[in-house]
Each structure stands twice: as structure tokens, then as C-alpha cells.
């Protein structure tokens, strides 16, 4: 039916937009993470007087680390909102077969919190009772507020984060693989970040619909009170 | 009427559900990098023979930046996300005012999407029309699928990271504060961490609705991978 075809075709459209959203999404994360982390530890550690080795050291361990802990941590977070859905699917399918009455009522209680009659509802309701598979996407949208997870998501996303934290945290790092003295690579590991902070900032707003000058301030302030902290902390410990 | 206070109720018991969901959320969140990320970085740097005094150096400042990062940036993703709805709230308002008839459009689609036929669907479209308010609720819900986002969550949700992530890096770091010879300290660490990430992963997938067992073994192993391969990035760099 017309109906259907436009439906999908919607649908197909929906699903390509909500995939470069996430994409997006994920790549702000990853980045936002990598820019900010790796150069505080950064200058916390070149504040303590450790040289440019060490910082390397400590800077490419916490990149490798920190790349894995998100990528795979959001690839089983991911995997287990998949098989949260799917267990809800099954539910609301058995649900619907063993208990259609309660099933229905739920269906009019979610229309009657729009100020929606009885009278007006029941045919919705009838319609949907006559279509099991339409009445269970109905309830796992609208009862349950569940989207049906792709399955490909959960290791584009875990890739995605991980290599844009890599990506986002060699920037602050390079500078002290080129200078061996930690004093003045802190100074141009400064400057490159704080670039980078900027322009990344910018173009978070920009993809978010945020006003994009402002997000460049945000971002490159959370930069500068983490890597104050961690400067300060550093200071602290070393006494 | 009894349905509209009915409704509310439902509201309010949804809300305190969501709340406290978010919470035990971002205490996962928090918890799992921060008892990965600085166990990781303190094993390579110690494989690296990095001392026990560079080693929490380098832990504290971590866990510093980390916080700030986690936190701040979580705070201003939850603002940027509220800001998100309202700018999308004034322009739902907007079209329901000004297009009417496009906007019950956009009903009558997605009702149809599940099989309902226009004869059905009518008196809910009219409904929703005499009702401003609840058809604006409809369509941020329904076509937008938004939540209206509790103010107070962005600051609760970033201190509750923050902290997570703060408590749950100085368990495998505090074996480096007590003992002076990292070589010594590690073992200690690794047992530490290793406890904590299998009590942790348990209750995570406790929460969760996932297998309490293999979230303990999975949430393990994160940590293992993580801190192999923080150890191999300092040695690769060690020389």
C-alpha cells in the first residue's frame, strides 16, 4: 500500500539520519575526552618536573587505556541495551498473546494522558488489537519508549569513540615526543591544544545546534580547569 | 478528573523510577572508567619502572582531569540537551499555532504507521487539536521523542560522575601511597582492582538486568585488556 512504502522510505531516512547523528555523537565524545585528559595529565606531570620520557610514557599508557575502557565500554553498554530491548520485545509479546485486555488498557491509558475520550481512542485500539505486529511496535515506542537497536551500532560506536579519543589525545602528546625538554613542550603542548580545544569546540556547537562561538569557550574552559587540577594535584603529591 | 490525577501520579512514579535509574547509571559510568583508566595507566607505568612517587604523581593528576572531564563535560552535554528541547518546544508551538494542518498531519503519519486507517484515527487528530497543550506533549513525544529534562539533573548527573569516577580511581592507586617499590605495589594493585572491577561488574549487571556473573567477568576483562595495553605502550615507548 502507498501508505506502507512512504512509511518505510520514512523510516530508511529516519535510521540513515539517526546513524550520522550518532556517529557525530561519538566522535564528540571520544574527542572531547582525548583533547582534555591526556594533555592535563600532561602538564600536571611536567608541573612535578618530569621529564619529556616520562610524560610520553604516562601519556601514551593513559591514551591506550582510557581508548579501550570507553570503546569497549560503550561496545557492552551497547550490547546490553540490545539485549535489554530484546528481552522488553519478548515480554510485551507475551503479553499481548496471554493478557490483550491489559494490553489494550495500557494502550488507553497512554492515549487518555493526551486528554484523548474513550470514544475517540477505542477505534485506535480496536485497529491495533487486530494487528499484533503493529500493536507490539506500538508498545515497545510507546509504552516502553524503546527504539529497536542495529546491531552493527554497538561496534561502530565502540570504534568510532576509540579512535577519536587516540585521534584527540596524540595532539597534546606529540610536542613532548618532539621536545625533550618538558618545560618548553608544555608551552607548545599548551598552545597546539588550546587550538584544538577551539576549533573542536567550535565545530561541537555547530553539529549540535549549540551557538558554536560559545562551545569553543566551553570546551577549551573544561581543558584549562582540568589540566589546573591535575597541575595542582600533581604539585600536591610531589609536595 | 480522576484520569488526569491518575495520569500525574503515573507521571511523578515514572520520574522518581527515571531519577534514581540515572543515578545508579552514572555511578556505572563513573566507576567503570575510573577503576579502569588509572589501574591501567599505574601497571604500565610501573612495567615501564616508573617509582611508586611517579606513579600516584601521575595517578592523581589522571584521576583529577579525568573527573573534570567526565563531570563538566557531562554537565554541559545535559544543559546542551535541555537547551535542545526548548529550542524544539517553541518550535513545535510555533507550527501547532501557526500550520495546524501540517502538524495533524504529522499525527495522522504517525498514527498510520501502525496500520491505523484514517476512519480510526480521526477523533484522535480532532481531539489533540481542541487541546493545545496535549497535542504540543504529543508531538515532542511522538514525532520528537523527547523527554522534558529535569533542571537539576545536569548538576547531579556531572557530581555523580565526578565522584564515581574519583572513588573508583583511588582503588587501585592507594597500593602506590603505602608502598614505596612499584614492582612490590603492582601486585598489590592488580589484586585490589581485580576484586574490585568482579564485585563491581556483579553489581553493575545486577542493576542492570544483565547476567550479574558475566558482567563481573566481562567488566574484568576490560580492565585486564586495558591495562595490557597501557603496559605495552609504555614499554613500546620505554625503548
New interface residues.
Given amino acids: 500500500m502507498a ?1 506502507e512504502s512512504n ?1 518505510s522510505l ?1 523510516n530508511d531516512h529516519k535510521e540513515k539520519h539517526f546513524t550520522a547523528g550518532e556517529i557525530v555523537r561519538d566522535i564528540i565524545i571520544g574527542v ?2 582525548g583533547l ?2 591526556p ?3 600532561a602538564a ?2 611536567s608541573g ?1 618536573n ?1 621529564t619529556s ?2 610524560i ?3 601519556g ?7 581508548a ?3 570503546g ?2 560503550g561496545y ?1 553498554a551497547a550490547k ?1 541495551e540490545a ?2 530491548y530484546m ?1 522488553e520485545l519478548k515480554r510485551e509479546q507475551d503479553e499481548i498473546i496471554a493478557v490483550p485486555d491489559t494490553e489494550a488498557a495500557e494502550v488507553a ?1 497512554i ?7 474513550p ?3 477505542s ?2 485500539v ?3 488489537r487486530k ?1 499484533p505486529q ?2 507490539l ?2 508498545m515497545m ?2 509504552e516502553l ?1 524503546l ?1 529497536k537497536p542495529d546491531p552493527k551500532r554497538a561496534m561502530q560506536s565502540a570504534m568510532t569513540i576509540a579512535i577519536a579519543y587516540i585521534v584527540g589525545g596524540i595532539v597534546p602528546l606529540f610536542p613532548y615526543m618532539l621536545i625533550s625538554n618538558a618545560d618548553r613542550a608544555v608551552i607548545a603542548s599548551v598552545i597546539v591544544t588550546l587550538i584544538a580545544l577551539l576549533i573542536f569546540g567550535y565545530g561541537k556547537g555547530h553539529f ?3 551557538k558554536p562561538f560559545w562551545s569553543a569557550l ?1 570546551t577549551t574552559f ?1 581543558g584549562a ?3 589546573a ?6 604539585k ?3 609536595g
Fill in positions: 501508505g512509511a520514512l572531547s575526552d582534555t585528559v594533555f592535563a595529565l600536571g606531570l612535578a618530569a620520557a616520562v610520553v610514557t604516562a601514551v599508557a593513559e591514551i591506550a587505556a582510557g579501550i575502557s570507553m569497549l565500554g557492552l546490553s539485549d535489554h528481552r491509558e492515549l487518555s494522558e493526551y486528554g484523548i475520550q470514544h475517540e481512542y477505534p485506535v480496536n485497529a491495533l494487528n503493529a500493536w511496535d506500538f515506542k510507546f519508549g527504539e549540535t545546534g549549540s566551553q573544561i580547569i582540568a589540566s587540577a591535575a597541575f595542582a594535584m600533581a600536591l603529591v610531589q
